[in-house]
Each structure stands twice: as C-alpha cells, then as structure tokens.
C-alpha cells in the first residue's frame, strides 16, 4: 500500500515563497511519478506539476512554468514542489499524487493517479 502525507503549506504574503513536501511510504518510491495537483474552493482539481520515477522528465502547468520547480529525492521517498512568486489566486489545498509509471511518460489529469495525500493548505494573502 502506497500512502502520501504532504507537508509544509501555510500563509505567506503575495510574492512570496513556500516549499511543499510529499512523504511516499510504500515499496519501490522510485517506481514511481509522482504530481502536485490543487483545488480552490467551489473550484475543480487542476494540475500542477508532475515529475517522473528518475527525476529526469517534468511538466508544469502553463500559468505556473518559471515560478515552480517539482523536484525528488529518491533515497529519501520524498517530492517538493518549490513555489516562487505566489500568488493570492493561487490559494488553494495541494495534493500530491502517485501512480506506477516506470517510463518517461507523465499524466497531467487527476484520473492519472491511483494513489492520494489528504492535502496541505495554502494560503497566498494579498
């Protein structure tokens, strides 16, 4: 069984910065790609940003390309998601997410993932 726990969200003011982290538990964390996703209320889930098993292939979202950086640390079954230059429209609860994907390949949807953490909370005041 594959558990996610997110940490490291909060308040910060607009323009500021803010590291989330994703703790994989489970066997074989480099099996696997793992994405951030984030909902606002009354919003749908959008997708953040995605890296794949290796750490050698990501994506990002258009709106958040040159301000975030998903980055993994294998040996530590840890993903981070620096966030520079927030936003207060990007107040919203970010999940990360993991599915078994062994090739260079990534999935952007949130139907692309089996496996969830219950969120972090962050707040970009303005």
């Known amino acids: 069984q594959v558990q996610l726990v997110e940490s490291g969200g909060g308040l910060v003011q607009t323009g500021g910065s803010l590291r989330v982290s994703c703790a994989v538990s489970?066997?074989?964390?480099?099996?696997?790609?793992v994405g951030w996703f984030r909902q606002a209320p009354g919003k749908e889930r959008e997708f953040v940003a995605v890296?794949?098993?290796?750490?050698?292939?990501?994506a990002y979202a258009d709106s958040v390309k040159g301000r975030f950086t998903i980055s993994r640390d294998n040996p530590k079954n840890t993903v981070y998601l620096q966030m520079n230059s927030l936003k207060p429209e990007e107040t919203a609860v970010y999940f990360c997410?993991?599915?078994?994907?062994?090739?260079?390949?990534?999935?952007?949807?949130?139907?692309?993932?089996?496996?969830w953490g219950q969120g972090t909370q962050v707040t970009v005041s303005s």
């Open positions: 997410a993991a599915n078994w994907e062994r090739s260079d390949v990534v999935a952007v949807t949130p139907g692309g993932y089996a496996y």
């Open positions: 489970g066997r074989m964390f480099n099996n696997y790609a």
């Open positions: 890296i794949n098993w290796s750490g050698g292939s990501t």
